[in-house]
C-alpha cells in the first residue's frame, strides 16, 4: 500500500534512536514532504506528537496483521482507530493500566467476567494503596 496523507500508520522498523522510542505506536500520516528528504512522512501520534520517518520504518494498519499473537494480539488491538491497549495503558501506574487493560479487553478475550474481576481486584490494590499513603 501507498503511505499518502492520511494513512494509519504503525513505527515497524524505526532506523534512529529517536524513531525507535516509537517503536509500535500508531499514528497518521499528515504529511507527506518532498520524497527526496529521507524522513518525508511526518506521522502524529495519539497524544498530539509529531515526528517524521521513512517508508521502510512505517507499516499500513491495514498491513499489520489481524492477529499476531506476540507484537499485536487481537484482544488489544481491537480500538477502531487504530490505537492499542497498551498506547493508553503505559501512561498509567502499573495497577491502574493493569485495570484498564483488564476493563478494555472485556469481551475480546475468553472470559469477560473473569477480565472485570481481575480488573477490580487492581483497582482495590490501588485503593487500598492510596489509602494508606
Not at 2 to 12: F, N
Not at 52 to 62: G, I, K, P, Q, W
Request: charged letters at 25%.
Amino acid at each position: 500500500m501507498t503511505i499518502v496523507v492520511g494513512s494509519k500508520v504503525r513505527v515497524t522498523k524505526p532506523n534512529g534512536s529517536a524513531g525507535a522510542l516509537w517503536t509500535d505506536r500508531a499514528g497518521e500520516v499528515i504529511e507527506v514532504v518532498d520524497p527526496t528528504y529521507p524522513y518525508p512522512y511526518e506521522v502524529k501520534f495519539g497524544e498530539g506528537q509529531t515526528l517524521c520517518f521513512s517508508a521502510e520504518e512505517l507499516t499500513a494498519l491495514d498491513e499489520v496483521p489481524e492477529n499476531d499473537p506476540v507484537n499485536h494480539p487481537a484482544h488489544y488491538n481491537w480500538l477502531p482507530n487504530g490505537v492499542e491497549v497498551i498506547d493508553i495503558t503505559q501512561h498509567f501506574s502499573f495497577t491502574l493500566g493493569n485495570a484498564l487493560k483488564y476493563i478494555m479487553r472485556a469481551g475480546h478475550k475468553d472470559n469477560a467476567l473473569e477480565d472485570l474481576k481481575k480488573a477490580a481486584w487492581y483497582l482495590e490494590r490501588e485503593i487500598k494503596a492510596m489509602e494508606a499513603a
